[in-house]
T-cell receptor
Framework: GIQVEQSPPDLILQEGANSTLRCNFS?????LQWFHQNPWGQLINLFY???GTKQNGRLSATTVATERYSLLYISSSQTTDSGVYFC???????????FGTGTRLQVTL | EAQVTQNPRYLITVTGKKLTVTCSQN?????MSWYRQDPGLGLRQIYY???????DKGDVPEGYKVSRKEKRNFPLILESPSPNQTSLYFC?????FGTGELFFGEGSRLTVL
């Protein structure tokens, strides 16, 4: 299967800082999504971004499908941004989402 | 509000006591699926359904059953739970099979003693 590598694996930020999370794929993927799993375990949809750039408030995402990567930008981070960020792609077989290993983000005061 | 609703959110049970985790979506989605999340193993697909009365196994179906009698509901049944089914479970839905955005429920944390 297609390998999904996320970097960095762990990130500690001070409140107000900006960050970029990266997701690399070993081959072309479809239907890329970004999720935030909060400390209570909830999976929150951030972006559905097969290609191009999208923005939602302090968050934005860019997918360059031809170069097999996606980026998630977090600006002016807040403590509520803490948690694990996953990218995931949809594989046709069983319409299954395959998740990356995640980036664990901690935002401190 | 568009959402996927799971119940219960938290449950502690004992080995062998049948239980059902319900999942309901209000987006008229055809596709629904179940995942479990375990430390070090990530999220793995248990079962999926392409439409009413159409279900199939995912990667880890052993010990689980599902049914899809109505479009909006996709319950996960553990006929005889065992401790290795202690996990965080997620239901998900999307408008199409093999395409589109997948929406997840809030998760159900199950502990089997």
């Amino acid at each position: 299967g297609i390998q999904v590598e996320q970097s960095p694996p762990d990130l500690i930020l001070q409140e107000g800082a900006n960050s970029t999370l990266r997701c690399n794929f070993s081959d072309s993927v479809n239907n890329l999504q970004w999720f935030h799993q909060n400390p209570w375990g909830q999976l929150i949809n951030l972006f559905y971004i097969p290609s191009g750039t999208k923005q939602n408030g302090r968050l934005s995402a860019t997918t360059v499908a031809t170069e097999r990567y996606s980026l998630l930008y977090i600006s002016s981070s807040q403590t509520t941004d803490s948690g694990v960020y996953f990218c995931a792609y949809l594989s046709g077989t069983a319409s299954k989402l395959t998740f990356g290993t995640g980036t664990r983000l901690q935002v401190t005061l | 509000e568009a959402q996927v609703t799971q119940n219960p959110r938290y449950l502690i049970t004992v080995t062998g006591k049948k239980l059902t985790v319900t999942c309901s979506q209000n987006m008229n989605h055809e596709y629904m699926s179940w995942y479990r999340q375990d430390p070090g193993l990530g999220l793995r697909q248990i079962y999926y359904s392409m439409n009413v009365e159409v279900t199939d196994k995912g990667d880890v179906p052993e010990g689980y059953k599902v049914s899809r009698k109505e479009k909006r509901n996709f319950p996960l049944i553990l006929e005889s739970p065992s401790p290795n089914q202690t996990s965080l479970y997620f239901c998900a839905s999307s408008s199409g099979f093999g395409t589109g955005e997948l929406f997840f429920g809030e998760g159900s944390r199950l502990t089997v003693l």
